[in-house]
């Protein structure tokens, strides 16, 4: 339902790929091809983490600017992308599926340092919205601000040990969700990729119920991109541990972009690149 | 925190009580003299019940307007207000205390035939949001789709058996909420005013906690008010059915609004204007 | 660069166009098969004309309610569109082609009893602006709330006389249009379909100054399509005299929508649906 | 009818000024004891420079965001803010006199490397607008994206030499205000104070036809402050260079504020602030 990227590397001017890109997360938000909709222009958001400030103790706290508007003419989005460089960022188009257009429901999510975002649905999520809510840690609930099942899923994930064990907490999540599912009568509750970051790796799962998730790819890592495409200028601007996970490609240049396999969880850190088994469906 | 108006009678072109009258409902939005706040620009609300069809069955159900720009210089608002006729309609300023500004959070909130409004607060109400928001009815749950304490308040009423008894349903509300906010060690922890409509009445509460409620006025009868004042055209505008209730006098006319009273229900119909004791703080 | 539509008729809940139909207007804002773009997500104008009061003398005075929201999650227009009947109502949904997203932008725009909305555009309206905004009437100039292309042409039209010959005012001002365009070296200046009304007649004009106009497509008359499909339930919220003009068609069924040809311009009034020549590209 | 900021100095985290004074923008915003209106809540703009890159060429562009909520509770302004560093910023924060909301409405201005931002108002605009507007270098005019005074204020001054000699251009902008104006009847035409940068030095004007102009103040010099309050933890925040012009004293501490005097430009730049006169009335 909705399309989204997520980069780790050296400090980036976010406006290269949210909307200087062939296919930039503003050009899907108007026409996404490989999107469950084509038209992604229910609001938006962009999540950024600072440069690290070596004298800073302690994790680092992200920024994030979210708009009910379309992205593709919002004009504070064009400001803000150029004028900021980031090492980490999150960007994220919206197409509801039902909860209403309003900030809270825009995608990042946030809670202390870490960011969150979701493409895809809890089915039938009205009907288990209120057993979700409840199995939210009591000091969390007060937190959710918004009526996403999103929403839900990163309180549930943060309920879970999502601060500890990242992988394990959405595993637990999602278990939890497609419990409350079945025994609610729905076949394949959960859709979806997800992307979570702490502020130094990125965490990008694909899966669904069904085992037919909503697409994502990741980059190849640019040296082998440089020697790919020795002529492309463009190259010029990524350093060489620049690397995204995307939910579709964002230029049509073959070999640049690869599909993260169903059932996966990618993990972008420093060391590179690497995915691993997640859940079966 | 809020500023609101409740009108039943002739049907009426709400433009005359929300942009025409001296303190009108818009002028309140910018300046409000009685208000725990003077500005109340945080978005507004307008509901309205159409004008009975004789030929229709069953209650009417009202239409409802929200924005979260300020009514002071909200076009659409001045549109409506006039191409609308209504024998019954509401009309809410807001002044956010905390919950965000989107469409969901601005009152009036609608359920079915009934509209509902509030201008307060639940003290500490993260302290027992969780909590009362499970005392909410399993199937109204999923329907709140802001995050307002007032939303809360009104489906706990839904709950506790509005349809049956308005003033009932509203005592065990506040009563449920009075209970969790003293387990949670908060000391007055209603605060407010309501209106509640089913179509054809106005019950519109002056309750707190504390005793020391928001201010709430009701108009004198419209006869009444043309002895006092034979010169004053405006009135031509009203028929003698008119009624209001409102947080502050609509103009500056010595008898033409009197405050209701502390811990009372008023009950506006067509029978005319009456209050009774509703709760003691 | 847009989508619009006009009605007249027996008085009509306009949301049985605007939102009921199978390919509405607000279907049309998220996806558009014949339009010059599919998506048209930049804000929407609603206009409508109320039912005519017997006792009141003059022409009646239309509201309009614009939004910067895309049309398809607006919750405001599901509202109005069925709280309102008209027996004269345009709606437009927008594409942008530069000119920023604001309401002031948004169709239709009004000027006493006459509304107007366009799809299309002045090709290279920069370069011509200031000519073509020295050439409207100084006392209309301060009037114009916007920076559209489209409320130029409203205003020169108005200024050449819309009031009094408004086929032969529309035909002047596209021809302003035209000797600038050409002045400034622009081949083809002229792109669109137009609409105006003075809330009794509708006059929509199909015309680009290369002959190859935006679609644009009229409804058959009522008894006609009734007798076309007897079945067709939907049919008794009509009467015989609803007419459309709209600029792709509102079902699937063959028959019920025909072209309007290039080069003319369409008139509704009271009689029915005529088409006459207006301008050779 | 509208309060603004202007900061110049060491690179500095705009909340500082922007949210976190005591009489923040955000604060005068809701609340202007000295403004011609004491609520502010028609949009706001922020615009910065980004800090100095020794190895660009050129003078550097700034950023803008502009929004139509009211500063007091939009959430992006607190992250915005709080995000980025600038060594020269402008802040406004809108009431309107007439002119729709709309982010092309809201100040600061942008043309190349230069910000404006205006408090006040051109008197019966309405009456000169149109030959105002036919001053502007036709080249400029396509340009002007909002409806405001302010703006074509602006681009007249731009017309009349802003970026070789500032100062006379804004003397002969308001020159040709006042001339349009006493021809069009109008006693008093200009009012208002103005900011206007290149990004390295803050022309700040204080000026109107009448004589009464809208209040503006600039800060001591830092040491000077920090002398007179030895314990002013806060001060700490701030280089020694820091140096702000501002509609109204940012805090209450006496000496900290000071009035710039009618009918004078103040000049804040690396060498510090002085004010000269400007314009007789």
């Known amino acids: 339902m909705c399309r989204w990227l997520a980069y780790t590397g050296e400090p980036l001017q976010p406006a290269a790929l949210i909307l200087d890109a062939q296919h930039s997360v503003v050009a899907m938000a108007e026409n996404s091809p490989l999107g469950a909709e084509t038209v992604n222009g229910d609001g938006f958001g962009f999540g950024w983490y600072p440069v690290a400030n070596t004298d800073a103790a302690g994790p680092r706290h992200p920024s994030v600017f979210r708009s009910i508007e379309p992205a593709w003419n ?3 989005l064009r400001e803000i992308s150029r004028a900021v460089v980031s090492p980490l960022f999150f960007a994220h188009v919206r197409a509801a599926a039902g909860p209403p257009i309003q900030q809270t429901n825009c995608h ?3 809670h202390d340092n870490w960011l969150f975002m979701h493409n895809g649905a809890i089915s039938q999520f009205g009907l288990i919205k209120r057993e979700l809510a409840l199995a939210v840690d009591p000091s969390l609930y007060p937190l959710m601000q918004g009526t996403t099942d999103s929403e839900v899923l990163f309180h ?3 309920t879970l040990g999502l601060a500890d064990d990242p992988i394990g ?5 999602i278990r939890r969700v497609e419990e409350a599912g079945h025994a609610a009568g729905v076949q394949f509750p959960m859709q979806g990729t997800l ?4 502020g130094e790796t990125v965490w990008a799962f694909r899966y669904s119920s069904q085992g037919r998730s ?3 790819f990741h980059s190849a890592d640019v040296p082998t991109i440089r020697a790919m495409y020795p002529d492309a200028d463009r190259l ?3 350093g060489d541990h620049a690397q995204v996970v995307v939910s579709e490609p964002l230029n049509d240049l073959p070999g640049v972009f690869r599909e993260v396999p169903e059932s996966t969880v990618a993990v972008l850190d420093p060391e590179g690149y690497h995915h691993e088994a997640f859940l079966d469906a």
Chains 1, 2, 3, 4 share one sequence.
Not at 169 to 173: D, G
Not at 195 to 198: E, N, Y
Request: glycine share 0%; aromatic share 8%.
């Open 169 to 173: 907490a959405v595993r637990a999540a």
């Open 214 to 216: 909503r697409s994502l």
């Open 236 to 238: 010029s601007l990524f």
């Open 74 to 76: 919002d004009q504070n």
């Open 195 to 198: 992307a979570v970051s702490d």
């Open 156 to 158: 549930l994930a943060l």
């Open 108 to 110: 990042p999510f946030r």
